[in-house]
């Protein structure tokens, strides 16, 4: 039987709490440094908390540590460590040789964050051998990569992004942000040069293309293949954002949580849910109604077109219809989309811009906006990137979860007990014989668990069971257990460590030594140990090789791709991208592994 893990992300401890309770199995949260968001860290008391609130339903508590760190920085990260250690967390991601080896010290197990670039077979073995739990793999990966590598690496826990935005660089080898601004992505502070616009030109400096956003994706979305990811051997199913608000963690967790539930049920004997509790919710999950910049399944089924969203970087959200006719100040709208007062409504202008409106009023299918957008034109596609019905719903209490449990009472030699799951609490009283039968008013007084994570779908009371036992009596019990379940639970925790022992040696990967992100003694000494030749991170050396590499391949996007059919180009290579301020970055097309580097002319 093999377990199932949705993860989901947690800006705060509200969002993690909101999370454990619409059906993540584990939720992943940033502390107060040192993690790839550097813009939403947490205290240790927050983390704490929010281990304590998952941990009642078996549910993980992973802490992102992964980010590069300087010497100086050594001694807060160790200390950081120690308080996770102490606070209880389940694992923490890990992109620094010398911060996973400072983790293992203190008995923390170890995830292999997708910061260290982890494509293939060779690289998930060698860091299962060097103690990591799990290995979280590119985005870029397909569902046969992902199996291949499962085949060779059957014992190493696989982990893979499910939902939300896309990095265009292999995720720990972009360094653009870095050198445009200063702004390190392996410091987690991204300033999110692929968001921005380009002019395409060729080698003579001529545009090709002018103005777009050439490296922005759109967001992945692999809720229709999870079944295509179990059995490739994937068992954690993480979902992004980090950065989003709570309503996008409420829906988006409730939607895939549904979904795994749903595969489990068509394989009751392979697969089972990570975590424990059943959830009930108050709205009906749509991942068209959440933050999204139109979806991809990316590379789940090889190299596709459409991946990217040249037009916009912003969430166009779902289509509702086509512009019909326009009026005065109103206009309708063509299709079988509702309206709410107070909607956030877009399309794509004749400047090929995103141009957004707020509807002020609405009466069936003629909108009313708060002020009629210059470039609204009839046949155009109308988006709803922010919907009022939707919000509403989710900004007050949307889901339970609760955790169903049989009880047993049984009468003892002193008293009598009640068993829940693997616990018992027992109590000292009389036995007094009942004067009229006793089962509904101990069914009634056990079954009171409001307030807690447990629902009681079963009470045991054997046939003969004939005793007077006073309501107060009953409550006591109840409690007793209960609170006994929940001190189990955190007792049964152990930390968890990879099976494999055997040395495996990392033939060198990288041609450019700034590649495997050394920025400090202790993972210099790691990989000279190794026998891996490495350099200084490029943060603290900028040196010459692409600040980019990227599945995402502009020639092919555009139909240029002549090994996958497409047209010969006629424009004279190499390609650059040139940024509004002038800077320019020479595109370099790597047929031979199938990927675009990106470098910064100097």
């Given at each position: 039987?093999?377990?199932?893990?949705?993860?989901s992300?947690a800006?705060?401890?509200?969002?993690?709490?909101a999370?454990?309770?619409?059906?993540?199995?584990?939720?992943?949260?940033g502390?107060?440094?040192?993690?790839?968001?550097?813009?939403?860290?947490?205290s240790i008391?927050d983390i704490r908390?929010?281990?304590q609130?998952?941990h009642?339903?078996?549910?993980?508590v992973?802490?992102?540590?992964?980010?590069i760190?300087?010497?100086?920085?050594?001694?807060?990260?160790?200390?950081?460590l120690?308080?996770l250690?102490?606070?209880k967390v389940?694992?923490?991601?890990?992109?620094?040789?010398?911060?996973?080896?400072?983790?293992?010290?203190l008995g923390?197990?170890v995830?292999?964050?997708?910061q260290t670039?982890n494509?293939?077979?060779?690289k998930?073995r060698?860091?299962s051998?060097?103690?990591?739990?799990?290995?979280?793999?590119?985005?870029?990966?397909?569902?046969?990569e992902?199996?291949?590598?499962?085949?060779?690496?059957?014992?190493?826990?696989?982990?893979?992004?499910v939902?939300?935005?896309?990095?265009?660089?292999?995720?720990?080898?972009?360094?653009?942000?870095?050198?445009?601004?200063?702004r390190?992505?392996?410091?987690?502070a991204?300033a999110?040069?692929c968001?921005m616009?380009?002019?395409?030109?060729?080698?003579d400096?001529q545009?090709?293309d002018?103005?777009?956003?050439?490296?922005?994706?759109?967001d992945?979305?692999?809720?229709q293949?999870?079944g295509?990811?179990i059995?490739?051997?994937?068992?954690?199913?993480?979902i992004?954002?980090?950065l989003?608000d709570?309503?996008?963690?409420?829906?988006?967790?409730?939607?895939?949580?549904?979904?795994?539930n749903?595969y489990?049920k068509?394989?009751?004997e392979a697969?089972?849910?990570?975590s424990?509790?059943r959830c009930t919710?108050t709205f009906?999950?749509?991942?068209?109604?959440?933050?999204?910049?139109?979806y991809?399944?990316?590379?789940?089924?090889?190299?596709?077109?459409?991946i990217?969203s040249?037009?916009?970087?912003k969430?166009?959200?779902?289509?509702?219809?086509?512009?019909?006719e326009?009026?005065?100040?109103?206009?309708?709208v063509?299709g079988?989309?509702?309206?709410?007062?107070?909607?956030?409504?877009?399309f794509v202008?004749?400047?090929?811009?995103l141009?957004?409106?707020?509807?002020?009023?609405?009466e069936?299918?003629?909108?009313?906006?708060?002020?009629?957008?210059?470039?609204?034109?009839?046949?155009?596609?109308l988006?709803?990137?922010?919907?009022?019905?939707?919000?509403?719903?989710?900004?007050k209490?949307?889901?339970?979860?609760k955790?169903?449990?049989?009880?047993s009472i049984?009468?003892?030699?002193?008293?009598?007990?009640?068993?829940m799951?693997?616990?018992?609490?027992t109590i000292?009283?009389e036995?007094q014989?009942?004067?009229?039968?006793p089962?509904?008013n101990?069914?009634?007084?056990?079954t009171?668990?409001?307030?807690?994570?447990?629902?009681?779908?079963?009470?045991?009371i054997?046939?003969?069971?004939?005793?007077?036992?006073?309501?107060?009596?009953?409550?006591e019990?109840?409690?007793?257990?209960?609170?006994?379940?929940e001190?189990?639970?955190?007792?049964?925790?152990?930390?968890?460590?990879?099976?494999?022992?055997t040395?495996?040696?990392?033939?060198?990967?990288?041609?450019n030594?700034?590649?495997?992100?050394?920025?400090?003694?202790?993972?210099r000494?790691f990989?000279?140990?190794?026998g891996i030749?490495?350099?200084?991170?490029?943060?603290?050396?900028p040196?010459?090789?692409?600040?980019?590499?990227?599945?995402h391949?502009?020639?092919?996007?555009?139909?240029?791709?002549?090994?996958?059919?497409?047209?010969?180009?006629e424009?004279?290579?190499?390609?650059?991208?040139?940024l509004?301020?002038?800077?320019t970055?020479?595109?370099?097309f790597?047929?031979?592994?199938?990927?675009?580097?990106?470098y910064?002319?100097?």
């Amino acid at each position: 039987m093999r377990k199932l893990e949705l993860l989901s992300p947690a800006k705060n401890l509200e969002c993690g709490i909101a999370a454990i309770d619409h059906g993540a199995d584990a939720v992943y949260i940033g502390a107060q440094r040192f993690g790839a968001r550097a813009a939403v860290g947490n205290s240790i008391e927050d983390i704490r908390t929010l281990c304590q609130y998952a941990h009642r339903f078996d549910a993980k508590v992973y802490v992102t540590v992964n980010t590069i760190v300087y010497d100086e920085e050594l001694a807060d990260t160790r200390s950081l460590l120690e308080q996770l250690a102490e606070a209880k967390v389940d694992a923490i991601l890990v992109q620094d040789m010398g911060v996973m080896q400072m983790a293992q010290e203190l008995g923390l197990t170890v995830h292999a964050s997708t910061q260290t670039d982890n494509r293939k077979a060779d690289k998930v073995r060698w860091l299962s051998s060097l103690g990591c739990a799990r290995v979280v793999l590119a985005r870029e990966l397909s569902a046969d990569e992902i199996a291949a590598i499962h085949a060779e690496v059957p014992d190493t826990e696989l982990e893979v992004f499910v939902h939300g935005a896309l990095c265009v660089s292999y995720s720990g080898l972009c360094y653009a942000s870095q050198y445009c601004f200063g702004r390190s992505a392996n410091r987690g502070a991204c300033a999110q040069f692929c968001r921005m616009k380009f002019d395409l030109l060729d080698a003579d400096g001529q545009e090709i293309d002018r103005q777009r956003y050439f490296l922005s994706l759109k967001d992945m979305n692999q809720s229709q293949h999870l079944g295509e990811l179990i059995e490739a051997g994937a068992v954690s199913f993480k979902i992004e954002g980090r950065l989003k608000d709570i309503n996008y963690v409420k829906n988006v967790t409730a939607a895939y949580s549904e979904l795994l539930n749903a595969y489990i049920k068509h394989h009751p004997e392979a697969y089972e849910r990570a975590s424990k509790g059943r959830c009930t919710y108050t709205f009906k999950p749509d991942l068209r109604k959440t933050f999204n910049r139109g979806y991809t399944n990316y590379f789940l089924h090889g190299r596709q077109p459409d991946i990217a969203s040249f037009d916009t970087p912003k969430a166009m959200g779902e289509f509702v219809g086509t512009v019909k006719e326009l009026r005065g100040n109103s206009f309708n709208v063509a299709g079988v989309a509702s309206f709410s007062n107070g909607d956030g409504l877009c399309f794509v202008n004749s400047n090929r811009e995103l141009e957004g409106f707020r509807v002020n009023r609405v009466e069936g299918n003629r909108l009313f906006p708060l002020k009629m957008p210059a470039g609204l034109r009839p046949g155009l596609r109308l988006y709803r990137n922010n919907d009022q019905e939707m919000e509403r719903l989710l900004s007050k209490p949307s889901a339970e979860r609760k955790i169903p449990v049989k009880m047993s009472i049984r009468a003892t030699e002193k008293g009598f007990s009640l068993q829940m799951g693997e616990v018992v609490a027992t109590i000292e009283a009389e036995h007094q014989e009942a004067q009229k039968d006793p089962r509904e008013n101990i069914i009634r007084q056990l079954t009171k668990l409001g307030g807690t994570s447990y629902t009681c779908t079963e009470v045991d009371i054997p046939a003969d069971f004939n005793y007077f036992i006073p309501s107060s009596l009953l409550s006591e019990l109840r409690r007793q257990v209960v609170s006994l379940a929940e001190n189990n639970v955190f007792l049964g925790r152990k930390q968890r460590f990879p099976a494999e022992k055997t040395k495996v040696s990392l033939e060198d990967t990288y041609r450019n030594g700034y590649l495997y992100n050394v920025s400090n003694r202790l993972a210099r000494l790691f990989y000279e140990q190794k026998g891996i030749a490495v350099s200084d991170a490029y943060e603290l050396r900028p040196q010459k090789g692409p600040v980019m590499q990227c599945r995402h391949c502009l020639r092919y996007a555009l139909g240029f791709c002549v090994k996958n059919g497409g047209h010969k180009p006629e424009w004279k290579e190499p390609l650059s991208l040139r940024l509004g301020d002038g800077r320019t970055f020479r595109l370099e097309f790597d047929c031979q592994h199938c990927q675009m580097n990106i470098y910064a002319n100097e």
